[in-house]
């Protein structure tokens, strides 16, 4: 005969050859030690065994997994068990418990084979087309939206939200724009100059500065520094709203989620990208004259004049002309992605990164799209 007596009155069980007695009082209180008297406990011999929890004085759901485990793990040793008799009482609290099928084990990962690898990017590219197919339509309702805003600008636009949203995403933005502006333009000049100085056409680095900032890195740049910026704080700002149950408060008290919150954001960055483009340009500019002049001594003028022989307009509008477009899209994609965040800061801080990474995508997908059209068009 097999014994095991708790010390503590309170919660006790003891197995024979073929019958299992427990009693006193099987709650949490008591669970730990229990938890660890049971996973020792070895039924010997064969046979049918009775569970008689017939002296239980208090039962809680700890317990009574306790109690189903070890009938559980009696059955998986090969014996036939009997029970539990236990008071009328704790019945219901066990039957409710026996309709839970107990968690499966989890299986190890599968090594990743070429079919693993090839179902992943599969996956990975309905996902993509899902989600490009779901940006569409909310581009789409963001656009009847902006009609029927035009339409009634009094009713439908508010001036002091777009005005705040100017100031935020243009204004403040003017010191990191410039900064970054002002070293582009100096390491293209100097790449430049190192490179043409093989040919003696050292001159010929303001003609590389004009057009490539005018025409690509200008817009590009400022583009990716707003979605970083901006973009992302309209996802935080959408995001924390929806946490807070901010958004479910407007739509009960009948506000239009997309006049209120998106149209003065789309607005507002369309206004500026354009302005923050044309600074980007001039603070570009500025630092490869700056570099010109101490690395080859080509005077303001100088450059000025080589400068006026290298660009014209089009030029100037090519890189204008897409800002925009690139307005748009971040500020769309920033929005989206907000309504998006589930009522967890976790869910924040996951859609924040990927509107910045899907903004910065296709802000260069958009660019390259540009490129071709303009070449295409041999502007």
């Known amino acids: 005969m097999a014994s095991l007596e708790s010390a503590r009155p309170e919660a006790w069980f003891r197995l ?10 099987w709650t949490i209180g008591a669970s730990a030690r229990l938890d660890r008297e049971l996973r020792c406990l070895k039924p010997e011999g064969e046979g049918a065994v009775t569970i008689d929890a017939s002296k239980l004085e208090k039962l809680d759901s700890s317990g009574a997994w306790l109690l189903l485990r070890t009938r559980r793990a009696l059955e998986e040793a090969g014996r036939q068990v009997t029970g539990p008799d236990l008071p009328e009482s704790y019945r219901p609290l066990l039957e409710n418990l026996e309709k839970t099928k107990p968690v499966p084990a989890v299986k190890p990962p599968k090594p990743k084979t070429f079919l693993r690898r090839l179902y992943l990017i599969g996956k990975g590219a309905v996902n993509a087309c899902e989600q490009g197919w779901k940006m569409l339509g909310y581009l789409g309702r963001v656009t009847v939206e902006a ?3 035009a339409a009634r600008p009094k009713h439908n636009l508010r001036i002091a939200a777009i005005v705040t949203q100017i100031e935020e995403t243009g204004i403040n933005a003017l010191p990191i724009v410039g900064l970054l502006s002002f070293l582009i333009g100096v390491v293209l000049a100097y790449q430049g100059v190192d490179q043409l100085a093989q040919f003696g056409a050292e001159i010929f680095t303001i003609n590389i500065l004009g057009v490539g900032l005018l025409r690509e890195l200008g817009g590009l740049v400022t583009a990716i520094i707003v ?11 959408i995001g924390t709203m929806r946490v807070n149950q901010e958004i479910d408060a407007m739509q ?3 506000l239009n989620t997309i006049d209120t919150l ?7 960055l369309v206004v500026v990208m354009p302005l923050l483009t044309f600074y980007a340009d001039v603070m570009g500019l ?3 004259a700056v570099m010109c002049y101490f ?4 005077t303001f003028p100088v450059f000025l004049r080589q400068l006026d022989q290298a660009i014209d307009m089009s030029t100037f509008m090519v890189g204008i002309i897409k800002a925009p477009v690139f307005a748009i899209v971040i500020a769309l994609v920033g929005c989206y992605e907000g309504f998006q965040v589930e009522r967890n800061a976790a869910s924040v801080g996951a859609l924040t990164t990927r509107s910045v990474v899907e903004a910065i995508f296709l802000v260069i997908v958009l660019d390259a799209a540009f490129s071709v059209l303009f070449s295409v068009l041999e502007i």
């Open 252 to 254: 009960t008290m009948g």
């Open 227 to 237: 979605a970083g910026r901006s973009g992302s704080a309209f996802t935080a700002q």
């Open 295 to 298: 690395d080859l001594g080509i």
């Open 286 to 288: 500025i630092g490869g």
């Open 16 to 25: 024979e050859r073929d019958r299992l007695e427990l009693g006193g009082a």
């Open 147 to 149: 009609g029927e805003a």
């Open 262 to 268: 998106v149209l003065p954001r789309v607005i507002g």
